[in-house]
C-alpha cells in the first residue's frame, strides 16, 4: 500500500492557514466587547492584547480543522493497492474511413497510406502491450476494443475499407482521448486526411494526439447535386433533372456527363470546367419514368463522387372523386382539374355518395364527412365522432408550425408556415397514421395532416376546411398541400423509393427489412443510413444513395504532416488500483462546518 | 438564556398574591389596612382617643359616657389603596450581555408585579428611566370595570412595556430623586435596575423616596453573563455601553478571581445600602425565571405574600 497526492499544487493553499491565524490576531485587537459599566473592570488590571501570547480557542480549531481538509482535499491524496499492476503501454488507433480517405494519389489511396503507418505503430509496441482499434465516418466507431493481441488489431485493421460517407472527426477523437484519460500513459494516434483545426476538437486536447494528416492532390470533379423537379401529376414531359457539377481542383477540366434512366441512355454532355467552378446542367425529356443515373466520365482522384441517382416516379394523370355538398370546393377542384392533361375528375354530393357509393377512382376526396371506403382517400375537415379521422373539436386562427419535410406528401414543399386557417380541426393521431404537418393556435398544437396505411389503403385526415379558397391565390399553401397529398394517394402502392444522402439517417417509414451491405436500419421509429452511395434493395423499398458534401469532395490538402503529442492526459480518477481518498475529506470537511456552525452558535451573543 | 418579548399571557398566573410594601400607605380610601394609623372614619374599631371639638359626634362612644363619664371617640383602622410605582431602568447597561436579555426579564418582571398589584386594588404607575428620552411613565392604572367591560390597564401596560429599549445613559440616583420630587405623595416605588453603578450614587435617590414616605424596594436584574464574563468573552476590548469608555481585558485566572471579588463586593454594598435605607433589596438572575422569583425570592423577603 502506497500513498502520495496528484495535485502537489494544492499545498499553496496552507497559506489560508496563516490567513486564518492573522484573521484570529486582528480579530483579537478588534474585537470589543459592549459591558454594562466599566466601574468593575477597571479595578481589574488591563492587559494589553496585542502583546498576549496566541491562545486558540475550541472555534478556532475547528476552523483550522476544516481548512485542512479542503486543502487535504484539493491535494487530491490517494492510496494505492501494493499488487495494482503497473500501467503498461497503450495505443488507440483512430482511422478516418470517411469518403475522401478513398481519394487516389501516387498509386495508392490516402486509407492505404494511414493503415501503412497504424501497422508500423502497431508493430513498435512491445510484448503485453495493449491497442484499440476507432474508426471515425459518419460516426465513431469501435472496430476492436483493447486488446494484447497485434495480430488480431493487424487482421482488423487490413479488413477495413474507407466508405462513402462524410467525416464526424471529432466524436472519434473524444471517444478516444476519454479512453485515454481513463488509462495513464495511453498513447492515441490519429490517420486523417482532415486539417488538424478541423477536428472538431479543442487544440489543447489535441495536444495529447499524435495527429497524422495525409494526403494533397486536388484533383476532383464531383456531381455536387442532382435534383428532380416534378410537378404532381404532370406528365413525363414537364419533368427536369437539375446536376450540379463542380470541379473542387485549381486546374482546368473537363469531362462527360453521362445520364440513363433504368439503364437506358438518356443523354451525353461534354463539359468543361475552370478552376474551382460549378456548373448546372439541365436535362429535359426523359423518356420514361425510373432510376437516373448520372455519371461524370473523367478521370480524377476521387470516384465515389462521380455518379449520382435520383428517381423520377410514374406520371399518373389525376383520377379522383370528389364527395361535397358545397358547390365552391366542388368547383375548385374542377378547376384544378382542367388545368392538369389526362386529368379524370367527377364531383358528387354527399347523398349522391350514400345512394350509391361510387368506386374505380383512384383516390377520393371527402368534405367534411368520413365514409368508409375502399379506395384511396383524403378526408377534409372530417366531423367530430368519426372513426377514420378522430378528433376533439375545433379551433380558430390556427397556423402551421411543423411539418415533416422528408414525407413524400410534403417533400419538396417551403413555406408551409405560411398556411393560416381560420377554423380548423383539432385531429388526434389515430393508431393507423403519423402526423405529417403540425398546426397551432392558443390552446395548444395538433396534427393538422395525418397520413398512414388503414385496412390495405393509404388514408390522409386534413384538419383544415378545402373551402372555395383552394382555387384562389390566397389559398395556394392549402393547394400545394392537397395536391402533394393527393400524389402521395395515387403512388402505386409497392413502389417505394428513397433518396437519401450518405451518413445522413432518414426516416425508414414503413420499411420492414434486414440490413443490407452498405445501409444501417436502426431505431424506432426506424432510420436508415447509406455508407455506401448506388443502389440498394431494403425489402421492398429501393434506397438511392448520393454523396453531395463538399467537404468530401473537396479534397485539396497541404501534403503529408505529422504533429506529435506534446502531453498525454492526465490521470484518471480511479485507476489501476489506485484510490483517491479527496471526497473523504470534503466530507469531513463538510461535518465540520456543521459542528463549527453549532459551536459558533453557542458562543456569539444573538 | 434568551427571553421572547414578554405578553401578559406568557406569564404564570400570580392569583392569592399581594404585594406588601412597609410605609406605603397612600391618601385615597382603599382596602389595604394600615394598623396603627387610626382614622376618624372606618370599619374595624382600632383605639377611642378623648373628644376633641371637631370630632364627630357620631363617633362617641355613649357606653362609655354612661359608664365612665368621660367623652371617648372611636378610631378606626386606615384603610387606603397603594400606589405602586414600577420604576424600570432602561439605560443602554440594561441591554447587555445581549443574550442574557436583562431588559426583557425586567420588563417580565415589571409586568408581573403590576399584576399582582392590579389584582390586590393597588394602583399602578410605571416610569421608565432612561431609554434615551426623558422619564415616560404612564397614568395611574387601577382595576375596575368601565361601562360593562374590564378595564385595559393590564394590555396597556404591556404594551407600554413592550415598546421600552436600552438606550442611553442614566444616572439612577438623580432618576430617582427625579421621580420622587415630581409624586411627593407616598407609595411603593419598585426599582427594577442592574444597579451597574456606584452604590453611594443610587443611595441618594432612595434616600430621596423614603424621605416622601414611599415604602421602597430594588430588584436587582443581573445577567448571567456578569456573573460569568468567562461566557462573553476571554479577551478583547470592553466598551461601557453608556459612557462608550474601552478597557482592555484578557480573562486570566487571576483577572477573573479579582472580578469576581469586586462583584461580590459591589453586591454586598448594595444589600448594605438596602439595611441602611430600610428598603428590601432582592436579586434575580435572568438563569431564572420571573415566575421562580416572584413566589419564590419575593415571598421570601416579604415583598409578596398570600391573601
Known amino acids: ?606 | 438564556m434568551r427571553r421572547r418579548a414578554d405578553a401578559p399571557a406568557a406569564l404564570p398566573s400570580f392569583r392569592g398574591l399581594v404585594l406588601r410594601v412597609r410605609g406605603a400607605m397612600g391618601e385615597r380610601l382603599g382596602e389595604r389596612r394600615f394598623p396603627g394609623r387610626p382614622q376618624p372614619a372606618g370599619i374595624e374599631l382600632e383605639a377611642y382617643s378623648a373628644y376633641a371639638p371637631g370630632d364627630d359626634l357620631r363617633h362617641l362612644d355613649w357606653n362609655a359616657v354612661g359608664r365612665l363619664d368621660a367623652l371617648l371617640v372611636r378610631r378606626f383602622t386606615a384603610e387606603r389603596e397603594v400606589l405602586v410605582h414600577l420604576l424600570l431602568d432602561c439605560s443602554a447597561s440594561m441591554g447587555v450581555p445581549v443574550r442574557d436579555g436583562k431588559l426583557a426579564a425586567a420588563r417580565q418582571l415589571a409586568m408581573a408585579l403590576a399584576q399582582v398589584a392590579l389584582a390586590g386594588n393597588d394602583a399602578v404607575r410605571v416610569a421608565l428611566l432612561g431609554g434615551g428620552t426623558v422619564p415616560r411613565e404612564t397614568p395611574v392604572y387601577r382595576f375596575g370595570w368601565r361601562q360593562g367591560q374590564p378595564a385595559t390597564g393590564v394590555a396597556r401596560l404591556a404594551a407600554f412595556l413592550a415598546a421600552a429599549e436600552a438606550r442611553g445613559a442614566v444616572a439612577l440616583g438623580a432618576a430617582l430623586e427625579d421621580h420622587a420630587r415630581r409624586h411627593p405623595r407616598p407609595g411603593a416605588a419598585l426599582v427594577i435596575s442592574d444597579f451597574m453603578t456606584d452604590p453611594a450614587e443610587v443611595e441618594g435617590g432612595v434616600l430621596a423616596l423614603r424621605a416622601r414616605g414611599y415604602g421602597v424596594v430594588l430588584l436587582h436584574v443581573i445577567g448571567a453573563g456578569e456573573l460569568e464574563p468567562g461566557r462573553e468573552f476571554r479577551h478583547g476590548v470592553l466598551r461601557d455601553v453608556e459612557s462608550g469608555a474601552t478597557r482592555p481585558i484578557a480573562l486570566t485566572r487571576a483577572a477573573l478571581e479579582r472580578y469576581e471579588a469586586l462583584l461580590a463586593g459591589h453586591l454586598a454594598a448594595l444589600e448594605a445600602l438596602a439595611r441602611r435605607t430600610e428598603t428590601t433589596y432582592a436579586r434575580m438572575t435572568t438563569a431564572s425565571t420571573v415566575g421562580e422569583f416572584v413566589t419564590g425570592e419575593l415571598a421570601r423577603v416579604g415583598v409578596v405574600r398570600r391573601r
Open chain 1, 1 to 606: 500500500m502506497s500513498a502520495g497526492v496528484l495535485n502537489p499544487t494544492g499545498a499553496l493553499g496552507l497559506v489560508a492557514v496563516a490567513v486564518l491565524v492573522a484573521l484570529y490576531l486582528y480579530d483579537r485587537r478588534r474585537r470589543v466587547i459592549p459591558v454594562g459599566t466599566l466601574f468593575l473592570w477597571k479595578q481589574v488590571a488591563a492587559s494589553p492584547l496585542d502583546r498576549r501570547r496566541f491562545r486558540p480557542d475550541a472555534l478556532f480549531l475547528l476552523q483550522l480543522l476544516l481548512l485542512l481538509a479542503l486543502v487535504g482535499g484539493y491535494l487530491r491524496p490517494y492510496v494505492q493497492r501494493a499488487d495494482a499492476r503497473p500501467p503498461g503501454g497503450r495505443l488507440v488507433l483512430v482511422l478516418d474511413v470517411s469518403a475522401s480517405m478513398q481519394a487516389r494519389e501516387a498509386g495508392e489511396t490516402r486509407f492505404d497510406v494511414a493503415r501503412r503507418r497504424a501497422r508500423a505503430l502497431l508493430d513498435a509496441l512491445a510484448p503485453g502491450d495493449e491497442a484499440m482499434l476507432v474508426t471515425a465516418a459518419d460516426r465513431a466507431h469501435v472496430v476492436l476494443g483493447w486488446t494484447a493481441d497485434p495480430d488480431r488489431v493487424r487482421q482488423r485493421l487490413d479488413a477495413l475499407a474507407p466508405l462513402d460517407t462524410p467525416t464526424r472527426l471529432g466524436a472519434a477523437l473524444e471517444l478516444a482521448l476519454g479512453e485515454a484519460r481513463a488509462r495513464p500513459g495511453t498513447r492515441v494516434a490519429v490517420f486523417t486526411d482532415l486539417p488538424r483545426e478541423a477536428s472538431g476538437v479543442p487544440a489543447d486536447a489535441l495536444a495529447a494526439v499524435d495527429y497524422a494528416q495525409i494526403g494533397r492532390t486536388d484533383d476532383n470533379l464531383a456531381i455536387a447535386g442532382l435534383v428532380v423537379d416534378q410537378p404532381p401529376f404532370a406528365a413525363l414531359a414537364d419533368v427536369t433533372v437539375t446536376v450540379l457539377v463542380r470541379n473542387y481542383g485549381h486546374a482546368a477540366r473537363s469531362a462527360v456527363l453521362e445520364a440513363s434512366i433504368d439503364g437506358e441512355p438518356w443523354m451525353r454532355r461534354p463539359l468543361a470546367l475552370g478552376p474551382r467552378a460549378s456548373e448546372p446542367v439541365l436535362l429535359t425529356g426523359p423518356r420514361r419514368a425510373g432510376v437516373v443515373a448520372v455519371r461524370l466520365v473523367v478521370d480524377d482522384a476521387l470516384a465515389v463522387d462521380n455518379r449520382a441517382f435520383a428517381w423520377i416516379a410514374p406520371a399518373e394523370p389525376l383520377d379522383l372523386l370528389v364527395v361535397t355538398d358545397s358547390r365552391e370546393v366542388g368547383a375548385a377542384f374542377e378547376q384544378i382539374a382542367h388545368t392538369v392533361a389526362g386529368s379524370r375528375l367527377e364531383v358528387v354530393n354527399r347523398a349522391r355518395y350514400e345512394e350509391e357509393p361510387l368506386g374505380g377512382r383512384r383516390v377520393a376526396v371527402f368534405d367534411g364527412f368520413a365514409p368508409p371506403a375502399a379506395m384511396n382517400a383524403l378526408y377534409a375537415a372530417p366531423p367530430a365522432g368519426s372513426g377514420i379521422c378522430p378528433g376533439d373539436g375545433l379551433a380558430d386562427e390556427a397556423a402551421v408550425v411543423d411539418w415533416e419535410v422528408d414525407h413524400p406528401a410534403v417533400r419538396g414543399l417551403e413555406g408551409l408556415q405560411a398556411l393560416r386557417l381560420a377554423r380548423v380541426r383539432r385531429l388526434a393521431t389515430p393508431a393507423w397514421g403519423a402526423p405529417v404537418v403540425l398546426a397551432a393556435a392558443r390552446g395548444g398544437d395538433w396534427p393538422l395532416l395525418v397520413l398512414g396505411d388503414e385496412s390495405g389503403r393509404r388514408v390522409a385526415c386534413l384538419g383544415a376546411e378545402l373551402g372555395p379558397a383552394l382555387g384562389s391565390s390566397d389559398g395556394l399553401p392549402l393547394l400545394l398541400l392537397t395536391l402533394g397529398t393527393l400524389r402521395w394517394l395515387a403512388e402505386q402502392v409497392g413502389q417505394r423509393v428513397l433518396v437519401v444522402e450518405t451518413g445522413t439517417p432518414s426516416a425508414a417509414g414503413s420499411f420492414r427489412a434486414a440490413p443490407v451491405p452498405g445501409l444501417r436500419v436502426a431505431g424506432d421509429p426506424p432510420v436508415v443510413v447509406a455508407e455506401r452511395t448506388g443502389r440498394h434493395r431494403l425489402g421492398d423499398a429501393l434506397v438511392l444513395a448520393n454523396l453531395f458534401d463538399d467537404r468530401e469532395s473537396d479534397i485539396g490538402r497541404d501534403g503529408d504532416r505529422v504533429w506529435p503529442a506534446t502531453v498525454r492526459p492526465s490521470a484518471p480518477l480511479s485507476a489501476g488500483g489506485r484510490h483517491e481518498v479527496d471526497w473523504w475529506l470534503y466530507l469531513a470537511a463538510a461535518a465540520l462546518l456543521a459542528l463549527e456552525w453549532i459551536v459558533w452558535l453557542r458562543k456569539e451573543p444573538a
